[in-house]
């Protein structure tokens, strides 16, 4: 069975940092594009951060320059490093997973795994 599991969100205050994880179990996902979604209160499920197989990356323009996603491959995990973190950053933040493709992609339908989310909440 198939997992991706996220963890290191939380509480801080607006300007701070978080890294979040996503461990994956199952199956291994080193030649699969991967990508981090987030959803805040009242609003559809967003794109943050894709990477390809080949570590190729690709940013929504609300996180570019602020956010990094990497993955460690020996470990079947991604990152997604959070910096110079705002308010509306604040969300439910979800992992996911392309099946067959090594491309990243922002689209939501190209992803068939998904993560429970980890929620991280801005303070101002």
């Known amino acids: 069975q198939v997992q991706l599991v996220e963890s290191g969100g939380g509480l801080v205050q607006a300007g701070g940092s978080l890294r979040l994880s996503c461990a994956a179990s199952?199956?291994?996902?080193?030649?699969?594009?991967m990508g981090w979604f987030r959803q805040a209160p009242g609003k559809e499920r967003e794109f943050v951060a894709t990477?390809?197989?080949?570590?190729?990356?690709y940013y929504a323009d609300s996180v570019k320059g602020r956010f990094t996603i990497s993955r460690d491959n020996a470990k079947n995990t991604v990152y997604l490093q959070m910096n110079s973190l705002k308010p509306e950053d604040t969300a439910v933040y979800f992992c996911?997973?392309?099946?067959?493709?090594?491309?990243?992609?922002?689209?939501?339908?190209?992803?068939?795994?998904w993560g429970q989310g980890t929620q991280v909440t801005v303070s101002s």
């Open positions: 199952g199956r291994t996902f080193s030649r699969n594009g």
């Open positions: 996911a997973a392309r099946s067959y493709s090594g491309f990243y992609s922002e689209l939501r339908h190209n992803y068939d795994y």
């Open positions: 990477i390809s197989m080949s570590d190729s990356t």
